[in-house]
């Protein structure tokens, strides 16, 4: 196998987003791949916000268990090629400072769907896509997502959904 290659998938940690991951992986079997699943999240600039920042507690805020249940799923399922799925939140919103940010954490592409319209829990996050286009990072647009995770969010059969077409 070639080297682990690292893809940035943006996201609004709804369970359905997870599509985008799935059907790239699906689509290339053969390599193995270090994700991660990017939100923009808009800070308040406040002193006390700032000296209090923790990005684990962000996160708790706004996944839900079932979305990290589901990551746990996706990464067992696919261990062979998953190395590692991990979160990132993105708090600026220029062109550079995403730019520095993909450049620190070596993303070779970038994974997106242009047909998945993302659903924020949180009024402070906001949609990474236009500027992971600006960026000169490889850009892969998976089409038709739903045929996954379709209208089973928040059920009980989440993992026999997942886990349905996958190829053992």
Do not use: W
Not at 34 to 46: F, K, N
């Amino acid at each position: 196998m070639n080297a682990v290659k690292k893809v940035l998938i943006p996201t609004d940690f709804n369970v359905k987003s997870l599509n985008v991951l799935l059907e790239f992986l699906r689509r290339n079997p053969a390599d193995q791949f270090e994700v991660t699943l990017a939100h923009g999240y808009d800070m308040s600039y406040s002193i006390s916000d700032l000296l209090f920042y923790s990005e684990y507690k962000l996160l708790k805020k706004i996944q839900s268990e079932e979305f990290r249940e589901s990551c746990k799923l996706i990464e067992n399922t696919y261990q062979s090629r998953l190395t590692k799925i991990k979160f990132g939140i993105l708090t600026g919103s220029t062109k550079r400072y995403v730019k520095n940010y993909l450049e620190a954490n070596k993303i070779d592409c970038i994974v997106c769907s242009n047909d998945y319209k993302m659903k924020f829990k949180s009024k402070n996050s906001f949609n990474l896509l236009p500027y992971l286009k600006a960026s000169k990072v490889a850009l892969i647009n998976i089409e038709s997502t739903q045929n996954v995770v379709s209208e089973l969010e928040h059920s009980e059969q989440l993992a026999d959904v997942l886990l349905s077409g996958i190829e053992q």
